[in-house]
């Protein structure tokens, strides 16, 4: 008995405490400046001209709590938090039932987030989900309760939430979705809008209706359930037929919020430096976005892609100097999908692997005309190891061919020789100098890229080239400052040379080859098709696998890559690799039109040769094919050029060739 009672007066001196504690947190968070709830944590992004294209936590149409139809209130403080207006900014027994359902469930599925501490989190972008992260959203929490009145956190929050497609807002989203005031939406459209905030990727009526519709008919059974609304409202409201608008008033482009995907990444990623500035205000962040590319970019994707509703498109297009993004398309169409697949996503790339193997030949004693015979081979790599790659169709030569040809035509088999040849561990170490980060590993079929990439690592690799060997870090963030002006982050360049620039002239303008009409032979050059659609030069390659299909071009002023594919990676239709060239020539021929382009001048230590490219030789006038390719002075081919003599080394070489 004597136990009892201490432990009872124990427990209320606890309880006491805890009381005067807790009294403390509110008495000291009402003596601290107040929080301005309607800027704090506002962040404006701006193009490559300085217009402003998107302003996220805070809002150009905020809508006061009288001009928010009452169906949007009374749904979102029945899901979100029916206590709202009893508790301070958090709902102790809620939490305490969730941590007890979650512990009985052994998951995380119960939140019991209040609306305030909705709030306060998005206030401020999402850095990171450490433990201090969750100590200032309690901090924020406070802060805001004891300085606000409950209808003042109530219509902060409804002017600040997403509601998907890049719309933050009650009233961007009333007019995005319905093409209404927020005033003017009824109890159907309101219960929609409501729903979509938990998860708008998933609960997005344009993304998926009919979850959509599950979620909605959710929160109208909470709300009657609560006795917000009547039976009758219930019933016309779950069988009323809603009619979708989905544009915005400006800049409706369906894929622009890839692109502001990409530049979160980037903002996140600076950490403190700017979550600072965004605590006591907001910032201004000024991209690298120039809209023109992004609207070729996303006109030529869908363009082409019209007749096939399944298969996905990504693209980017970057400045080959800077390293500057200036445009990315990450699918089709946000609203459906807002998988990136740009930044996301890593595919097998294919041929595009192949001028990587190719630098790597011409920096070991390789020139343009060098030989290899193409016909069908079988390579033994080891004890019971053989490799038997095949060319596009089973197509071959049986004759040699120089390597012009070969990059033309995208030999399969001159590429795994010259692979073999020179050792699988110089591609490998070629490839992590121009930019490429996933590890690879010194296998056969690794010129024929068998690897799998992303995007933007690929794409950056061909800016090295394009850039005459210099390798820059892609971004696409050029300066942030606070609402003031005041520079809080400006980027720098991180440039290296890394490829001898004559070699890098050489291999360019054999990547001309790859739609040149002087290539033409026993077949086509690969992109010949769009020959007739290019008005400006440009180095290019086309890869294609089973399931993926590539093509990336660049001269000085523009690097740009366009992949083909279907998401859960399905073998190709015959049809489906005509997409991606057309899709590459109309993005960059539109982008460039009008703009005055020059190709690379000629380094004082190369020289050009007229030769038959087929062969490698110096041209006949009973030459068919007649084209000046390029050789470091004194390499050049003399009045006849043989076959090189791939068997003399095979035993030499066959340690390095082992996968």
Not at 287 to 302: G, N, V
Not at 340 to 345: P, V
Not at 476 to 504: A, M, R, W
Request: proline fraction near 2%; glycine fraction near 6%; charged fraction near 25%.
């Amino acid at each position: 008995m004597k136990f009892l009672k201490k432990f009872i007066k124990l427990m209320i001196i606890l309880f006491f405490l805890g009381v005067l504690f807790i009294s403390g947190i509110y008495l000291y968070a009402k003596l601290q400046p107040k929080l301005d709830i309607n800027n704090t944590g506002s962040y404006y992004l701006y193009d490559n001209d300085n217009n402003v294209y998107f302003q996220g936590n805070g809002s150009t149409k905020w809508a006061s709590l009288e001009d928010i139809s009452k169906y949007v209130i009374d749904a979102t403080i029945t899901i979100e938090d029916k206590d709202f207006y009893k508790h301070h900014g958090f709902d102790i027994p809620r939490i305490i039932k969730a941590m007890y359902t979650n512990f009985v469930n052994k998951n995380y599925s119960q939140g019991a987030s209040t609306i305030t501490q909705q709030f306060a989190k998005n206030l401020y972008l999402d850095f990171d989900k450490t433990w201090e992260r969750k100590l200032n959203e309690v901090w924020y929490t406070i802060q805001i309760e004891t300085h606000y009145e409950k209808d003042d956190i109530l219509e902060g929050y409804l002017n600040c939430i997403n509601y998907g497609h890049g719309v933050y807002g009650i009233e961007g989203a009333s007019e995005f979705y319905f093409n209404k005031n927020a005033k003017d939406l009824d109890l159907a459209e309101a219960s929609m809008l409501v729903g979509i905030p938990k998860s708008p990727s998933n609960y997005s009526p344009l993304v998926n209706l009919e979850v959509a519709k599950e979620r909605q008919l959710y929160i109208l059974n909470q709300m009657l359930k609560e006795n917000v609304i009547t039976k009758e409202e219930y019933e016309s409201a779950r069988n009323e037929e809603l009619t979708f608008y989905g544009k915005k008033d400006k800049l409706n482009l369906n894929t622009l919020m890839y692109y502001q995907d990409a530049v979160m990444n980037e903002l996140k990623g600076l950490g403190s430096l700017v979550e600072t500035e965004l605590k006591s205000g907001g910032i201004k962040v000024y991209t690298t976005l120039d809209l023109k590319a992004q609207t070729s970019l996303e006109e030529s994707i869908e363009n082409n892609l019209s007749d096939n509703k399944e298969i996905e498109g990504s693209g980017i297009m970057m400045n080959p100097q800077n390293g500057a993004v200036i445009a990315l398309v990450g699918g089709r169409d946000y609203n459906k999908s807002e998988f990136n697949r740009a930044i996301n996503s890593k595919r097998q790339v294919g041929s595009i692997m192949k001028p990587f193997l190719y630098y790597n030949a011409l920096e070991n004693g390789f020139t343009a005309s060098t030989s290899f015979l193409s016909q069908e081979t079988s390579f033994t790599l080891g004890v019971n190891q053989v490799y038997s790659p095949k060319n596009y169709n089973s197509l071959y030569a049986n004759k040699a061919i120089s390597m012009a040809s070969a990059i033309a035509f995208s030999d399969n088999i001159y590429a795994v020789k010259t692979h073999l040849f020179l050792g699988s561990e110089n591609l490998v170490d070629t490839a992590k100098r121009v930019g490429i980060k996933t590890p690879l590993k010194p296998i056969a079929s690794l010129p024929l890229g068998t690897v799998e990439l992303n995007q933007l690592e690929i794409i950056n690799a061909y800016a090295t080239l394009a850039a005459s060997g210099v390798k820059h870090e892609p971004y696409f963030i050029e300066k942030i400052t606070d609402l003031g002006g005041n520079t809080i982050y400006q980027h720098k360049d991180t440039s290296e040379v890394v490829l001898n620039k004559s070699i890098t002239f050489i291999l360019n303008d054999l990547l001309k080859g790859t739609y040149d009409y002087n290539m033409v032979d026993y077949t086509y050059p690969t992109n010949i098709s769009i020959a007739s659609l290019l008005t400006h030069d440009y180095g290019m390659k086309s890869g294609s696998t089973n399931t993926d299909n590539w093509i990336i071009g660049f001269n000085q002023d523009i690097v740009a890559s366009i992949w083909i594919g279907y998401d859960d990676s399905r073998a190709l239709g015959a049809n489906d690799y005509k997409y991606s060239k057309r899709t590459w020539a109309n993005a960059v021929e539109i982008y460039l039109k009008d703009k005055e382009t020059s190709w690379y001048e000629i380094p004082s230590n190369v020289v050009g040769v007229i030769v038959d490219p087929i062969t490698g030789n110096i041209a006949t006038n009973e030459s068919k094919n007649k084209k000046i390719l390029y050789y470091i002075k004194g390499t050049e081919p003399g009045s006849t050029q043989e076959v090189f003599d791939e068997y003399e080394e095979k035993d030499n070489k066959n340690d390095e060739a082992k996968e």
